[in-house]
Nanobody, 123 residues
Framework: QVQLVESGGGLVRAGGSLRLSCAASGRTVSRYGARGWFRQAPGKEREFVADINWASGGTYYADSVKGRFTISRDNARNTVYLQMNSLKPEDTAVYYC???????????????WGQGTQVTVSS
C-alpha cells in the first residue's frame, strides 16, 4: 500500500504564498507514473490543479493557476511540492495530493490520495 502525507496548508492573505508538500511511502511506490494535486472548495466539485510526470519531470497546470503555482519533485525524498504564489481568495480549498503509477499523467480519479490539507486565503 502507498501512503501520501501532505503538509504546508494554512491561512494566508491574498497575494501571499504557501508551499505544500506531499511525501510518499510504502513498498509499492514507483519511480514512474505521475503525482500532483487536486483541490475542492466548499460546495464545488474536486478539480485538477497540477501534476508532474515522475520520470521526465514534465508538468501540467490548470489554467486557473498557471503562472502562479509551480509543481516540483524531489526524487530522493519521494516528495512532490506545490509552490503557490499570488494567492487569491478563490484558491481557498482543501488540497489533495494524488498519485498514480500506471499512467504518465494523473487521471480524473488517481489510484492514491492523501488526506487533504486546508488552504484558506483571506481578502
Amino acid at each position: 500500500q502507498v501512503q501520501l502525507v501532505e503538509s504546508g496548508g494554512g491561512l494566508v492573505r491574498a497575494g501571499g504564498s504557501l508551499r505544500l508538500s506531499c511525501a510518499a511511502s510504502g513498498r509499492t511506490v514507483s519511480r514512474y507514473g505521475a503525482r500532483g494535486w487536486f483541490r475542492q472548495a466548499p460546495g464545488k466539485e474536486r478539480e485538477f490543479v497540477a501534476d508532474i510526470n515522475w520520470a521526465s519531470g514534465g508538468t501540467y497546470y490548470a489554467d486557473s493557476v498557471k503562472g502562479r503555482f509551480t509543481i516540483s519533485r524531489d526524487n530522493a525524498r519521494n516528495t512532490v511540492y506545490l509552490q503557490m504564489n499570488s494567492l487569491k481568495p478563490e484558491d481557498t480549498a482543501v488540497y489533495y495530493c494524488a498519485a498514480d503509477f500506471a499512467v504518465p499523467r494523473l487521471p480524473n480519479v488517481p489510484e492514491y490520495w492523501g488526506q487533504g490539507t486546508q488552504v484558506t486565503v483571506s481578502s
